[in-house]
């Protein structure tokens, strides 16, 4: 039965120990940690608003398009009907003039509204690549795959931290 039952000086050292190791855990760990996840938590809050912001924006930008692309075609209507009552009144040849000059209008007005949208469309995907990159990189680095990479971490903190 003696086998069984610790001795009374065992218990008091590992109670001492482990209390030691607290106390050492308590003043040199807890805070960095704690401070490192506060911060890891508020830069994903921040990334998460950025992403958000974006995604308005990409929504103003799509009613924008869509505005633009009814004012051309409220334009090109405009046009085109101001177009068919002039052939009606002149010749054929003042009615080929305005034919033309209505389609060269129309393209005209096309290719403004293609290129405007492209920008944007570049513009967007750039700031969409630039959060989606700030995004994975923070959740690269949140999401470790093993026990060594997350010792080499742990390491790399560490070294990192200025003790006073």
Known sequence: MDLLTPGTGLIVWQ????LGLVLVLAKYAWKPILGSLKEREE????ALD???KAKQEMASLKSDNEKLLKEAREERDKILRDARTAASQIHDEAQTTAKKTADKII????AVINTEKQTALRD???QVALFSLEIAEKLIKK???NDKAQKELT?????DLKLN
Do not use: G
């Not at 830069?43 to 921040?46: E, F, K, N």
């Not at 393209?107 to 096309?110: C, F, M, P, T, V």
């Open 15 to 18: 109670v001492l120990i482990f």
């Open 43 to 46: 830069s994903i809050q921040q």
């Open 50 to 52: 950025q992403a958000e």
């Open 107 to 110: 393209e005209d007005a096309k």
């Open 124 to 126: 967007v995907r750039a």
């Open 143 to 145: 999401n470790l795959a």
């Open 155 to 159: 390491e790399t903190l560490i070294n």
